[in-house]
Structures are given as structure tokens and as C-alpha cells.
């Protein structure tokens, strides 16, 4: 009996040092201490005299307990408790500190998000089924006793999902949202228009989301059924105001803000199918496309209607987000269609402009002073500043963040070299793709996809955002990371998961531990071990690393 019971304890003693370190991504310090502290029903958390602000974290973390444990926990503002959140000012901004004890645990942070993570830290190390908000009331809640002080390597570790080409639902997203939080990500990036469908409701212009959200057909992969064509109309999908409010809101309290993209001048097509007049070429209607692709149809921005147009798109959208980023897009625009459109000709004239690229600059200039109006800060894909002929000056004026993707390395650092912030995400796979859409495999039995399937999750992994060699004076404007999803080739929750899970880990890692804590064997030890929640949540994912 005795020998069993010491069985017993070794086994929770193993156990519970397995689940300090199953913590991705992994802190910048830990520390094993001897021991553990179990978790007894009824305890407490206190948060003496925080703030809400701050003490809205203790009840927040309490509530995902008690749902996952049934162990009755309070939160509590008073000095005492098995949990005890202490207010100091020298943590990072999204830093924090844990020291878990036999008899309790301190929880230091500066700010609410550093409480978050603490807290993401702390359910992370229970086990899975409290990630994964599943009630399991016969297990043992114990932590290991350790010494954790972690902070993110960068300020922008991201996510976005194209949700034009196929259409997710509310409920659909905030799965993905609760794994960006599990991995500690900060952004959300709604990508929310393109060629393919509108799905943000604006109420000034209602044809964009009844025209402009459905696609004449529909192409879909699934695993049971391979790649078909449906042979039906594909919506009307979106969003209307208050869902896009209910993300906002649920991304808010996981300390995720929202960008929302409306992809402008190019990938516009779903807008000009509702509303030709703001075409080059309004004679010859556009149909919403059904596939991907570079369209040369695109916004007319010499015509003052249809600037005002997208004007009063901003507006209405930034009424809905509240974040202080909006993503213009500025990607893959063809400038063939503004070269033969005689608005586009005599502004170019009037203007003694080099060449029609200087259209799209003149435009993101105008674009970004709106946005300025309402406080917001302009986001753009890297063809703003790298597609020969742009105008630098203009697009520089309002200090835009630039997302880097193709060439990336190369866009990244003309950013850097020009004082502008980047964030990477790369989309080549040569390197190690950030563009976490394409596929991990070539197996005959993998879906079809983007990619030749050798965007492999340790590539992800092992690729480096910030080169080495880069100088020490150029390392501020690389501000991050960006796990970034196209759905062309991707219908359902089900394959959205399968290809993003574990890379979108991957992707949280690059952005949170610094790059000399970082290695390959170690990650995928971690994601075994993360394979019960993944299991617990219902998740599909990509099983390739475990094999
Ligand atoms: C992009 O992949 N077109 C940004």
C-alpha cells in the first residue's frame, strides 16, 4: 500500500514537472522549484485594492476555473489567498511574473494583459482540460512549483484569416481566437473583403452584402469528399455590425485587438460587382470571382464618387473597431485599367506624376488622412512601398506599418531602412512559410491546396524573422510576426484547423520567446503534449510532426 502511495506521488511529482514546462510558447525564464501546490475547492484568488481594471483578470480566471474544475474558486479583493495578484510597475507591458509555491501562489504583472498571460500561464500548466474549458470534476488540479518571469520578444504577434474567399462563421472564428489567446497572440486580422465576397455590413451601401457577398459558385475541399464544385450561389455571407461588435468584444477580453482589412485599390472586385459606377469601366460589369487570382479590375481613384465611397466605408467601420490600426491592404494591384481610364489619365497629367503607380500612393495618402481623422493608424501590405514606381513620401507621410510578405526579407528591411515599423510574414517556402494556409504534406492522401507541400511545421518553426546580420540600429522597426491564412482553396472549420494547427503555434512562438530559447525538438515535445486539448476542443490539426 505504502509502496503503491509512493507510486502514486512520483507519478503527480513527474507529472506536474511535465506541465511547467508544456508552456508555449515557452517563457523567457522558468525556474523548477520542489514540490506542488494543489489547488483545494473553495480557494481564493485575491486582488487586495486593484483596480477593476485589473481585478477584472482574477474573476475572469476564476470563472474559466471553476467552469473547467467545479472547484468553487473566488475571487476576492483582500490580502489573503492560496492566488495572490500583486500589483508592480516593472514588468513589460505584457509581462509578468509567477512564483508558485506548496502553500500559494504570487502573480505579479503591471498591466491587465500582463495579469492575462499570467493567468493563461497558470491554466495552461493544469491540466488540459481547463485550456481547453472542458468540465472534468474527478481530476486533481495541481501546479507545479516553479519560478516563471516572461514577457513577449515583440509587440505584435498576429493572426489573419481571409474570410472573403470562404466565409467563417462567429462561432467558427472564436475557436481560432481561443487558441491565438492559449498561445499568448495580440492580434486579430480580419481580412474582410477581396475579390471573392464582401462581408462586413454597411449600412450606407446594402448591395455590398447582398451582390457583393455571394459568389455565382462555390469550390470546396473536404476530407471526405475531396475537391467539388457546389453548382450553387456561395451567400450572401457576412457579418453584420453587431457580430463584428461581438468578435471586437471577445477578442477584447482575451487582450486580442482587431484589425479589419477592406483591401484597397486592387482585390476589390466584390465591391465593383455591387457598385460598378466606382470602376474603371463601369460598362462592362464584374461578377463576384469564385476563385483566386489577381483581378485588373480595380478601384477608379481618380473619381471623387468613388473615394468618397470608400470613405464612408471607413467610417462606418470605425465606428465598429475601436482598435487604433486599420489595414488598407494595397497588395497585387494591376495598374493596367487606371492607364486607360481617362479620370485616371488626367489626374496623372494634372498631377505631373512619374507613372500611374503614383495613383495608388496618392491614394493611400488619402486614405490614411481619413483614417488620421478618426484616430487610426494605416496598416499596408509591403507593394505600398515596394512596387516600382510607388511614391514613397506620400505613402510615409502618416508612418504606416508595414505587412511584409513577398519578397519579405527584402520589403522588411527597404521598411526598416526607411524608419517604418514591419511586421513578417513570410510567405516563401524555401525559407519557412508564415503563410500557414499552404499545405504541410505531399501525401497522396492530403486534401488539395496551396503550396507543394512542403511548407512543413518545422520550417514554420525554424524560420528566422529578424536576420541575424541584420544591424543592431534596424532591429526596432521589425515589431513582429504574423501567421497569415488565404482561404482559396479552404471551405470549412475543419480544414481551416488541419492546416493552421500546430504552425499557428509556431507562428505564437516566433513572436513571443526570444530566438535563442527557440528549438524544434523541444516545440514538438510541447505540442504532444498539447494534443489533449487540441483533442478536448474538438480541433482538427496536422498530425504530420507527431508521426
Ligand atoms: C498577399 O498575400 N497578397 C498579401
Same mark, same amino acid.
Given at each position: 500500500m505504502i509502496r503503491r502511495l509512493l507510486f502514486l506521488m512520483f507519478v503527480g511529482f513527474q507529472a506536474s514537472i511535465f506541465m511547467a514546462q508544456n508552456l508555449t510558447p515557452r517563457p523567457k525564464f522558468m525556474q523548477q522549484g520542489e514540490g506542488q501546490c494543489r489547488l483545494i475547492p473553495g480557494l481564493v484568488v485575491a486582488y487586495d485594492a486593484l483596480p477593476d481594471s485589473l481585478s477584472r483578470e482574477a474573476a475572469r480566471f476564476v470563472s474559466d476555473l471553476n467552469a473547467a474544475t467545479g472547484l468553487g474558486a473566488q475571487a476576492l479583493g483582500r490580502r489573503e489567498g492560496l492566488v495572490r495578484m500583486q500589483h508592480v510597475t516593472d514588468c513589460n507591458p505584457e509581462g509578468y511574473r509567477l512564483r508558485i509555491q506548496p502553500d500559494g501562489i504570487l502573480v505579479e504583472a503591471t498591466t491587465a494583459a500582463g495579469f492575462f498571460y499570467a493567468f493563461q500561464s497558470l491554466k495552461k500548466m493544469l491540466p488540459a482540460n481547463v485550456m481547453a474549458r472542458r468540465f472534468d470534476p474527478r481530476r486533481t488540479y495541481t501546479l507545479p512549483c516553479v519560478d516563471i518571469q516572461d514577457e513577449p520578444r515583440f509587440r505584435y504577434r498576429g493572426f489573419m484569416l481571409d474570410v472573403s474567399r470562404h466565409f467563417f462563421s462567429v462561432k467558427e472564428l472564436k475557436r481560432m481566437i481561443d487558441l491565438m489567446a492559449a498561445y499568448k497572440m495580440n492580434y486579430f486580422h480580419w481580412h474582410l473583403t477581396d475579390d471573392q465576397g464582401w462581408r462586413a455590413e454597411i449600412r450606407r451601401y446594402p448591395r455590398l452584402t447582398t451582390i457583393g457577398a455571394t459568389a455565382p459558385n462555390c469550390r470546396i475541399t473536404d476530407f471526405e469528399r475531396g475537391t467539388y464544385w457546389t453548382n450553387q450561389p456561395y451567400g450572401p455571407y457576412f457579418y453584420t455590425r453587431q457580430e463584428m461588435q461581438d468578435i471586437v468584444e471577445y477578442c477584447a477580453q482575451r487582450h486580442i485587438t482587431v484589425i479589419p482589412e477592406v483591401d484597397m485599390p486592387g482585390h476589390f472586385v466584390a465591391a465593383l460587382a455591387a457598385y460598378p459606377e466606382f470602376g474603371c469601366d463601369p460598362n462592362h460589369p464584374v461578377e463576384v470571382w469564385t476563385t483566386g487570382g489577381v483581378s485588373r479590375?480595380?478601384?477608379?481613384?481618380?473619381?471623387p464618387r468613388a473615394i468618397q465611397f470608400v470613405k464612408d466605408i471607413l467610417d462606418e467601420l470605425c465606428e465598429i473597431f475601436p482598435g487604433p490600426y486599420f489595414h488598407l491592404g494595397g497588395d497585387e494591384c494591376p495598374t493596367e485599367m487606371w492607364e486607360h481610364n481617362a479620370q485616371c489619365q488626367q489626374l496623372v497629367a494634372e498631377e505631373g506624376m512619374? @507613372?500611374?503607380?503614383a495613383l495608388q500612393s496618392r491614394f493611400t495618402e488619402q486614405m490614411s488622412d481619413h483614417l488620421a481623422s478618426h484616430g487610426k493608424r494605416t496598416l499596408l501590405w509591403n507593394e505600398s512601398i515596394t512596387a516600382k514606381g510607388s511614391d514613397l513620401a506620400r505613402v510615409k507621410k502618416h508612418n504606416p506599418l508595414i505587412f511584409s510578405w513577398y519578397p519579405c526579407q527584402k520589403a522588411a528591411r527597404m521598411a526598416a531602412d526607411n524608419g517604418l515599423e514591419t511586421v513578417v510574414t513570410e510567405i516563401h517556402s524555401a525559407t519557412g512559410s508564415y503563410y500557414i494556409n499552404r499545405r504541410q504534406s505531399d501525401d497522396p492522401g492530403e486534401p488539395e @491546396?496551396?503550396?507543394?507541400?512542403?511548407?512543413?511545421v518545422e520550417r514554420t518553426y525554424n524560420y528566422v524573422p529578424v536576420p541575424q546580420d541584420l544591424p543592431e540600429s534596424l532591429c526596432q522597426w521589425y515589431v513582429g510576426v504574423q501567421a497569415t491564412f488565404w482561404c482559396e482553396w479552404v471551405a470549412t472549420p475543419e480544414y481551416l484547423e488541419y492546416l493552421a494547427l500546430p504552425r499557428l503555434m509556431a507562428v505564437a512562438e516566433a513572436g513571443w520567446t526570444q530566438q535563442s530559447l527557440k528549438d524544434f525538438s523541444d516545440f514538438r515535445r510541447r505540442m504532444s503534449l498539447d494534443r489533449e486539448m487540441l483533442d478536448l476542443g474538438g480541433y482538427r490539426y496536422g498530425k504530420h510532426i507527431f508521426k
Open positions: 479590375d480595380v478601384l477608379n481613384v481618380a473619381n512619374e @507613372g500611374f503607380r @491546396g496551396a503550396g507543394k507541400g512542403d511548407d512543413t
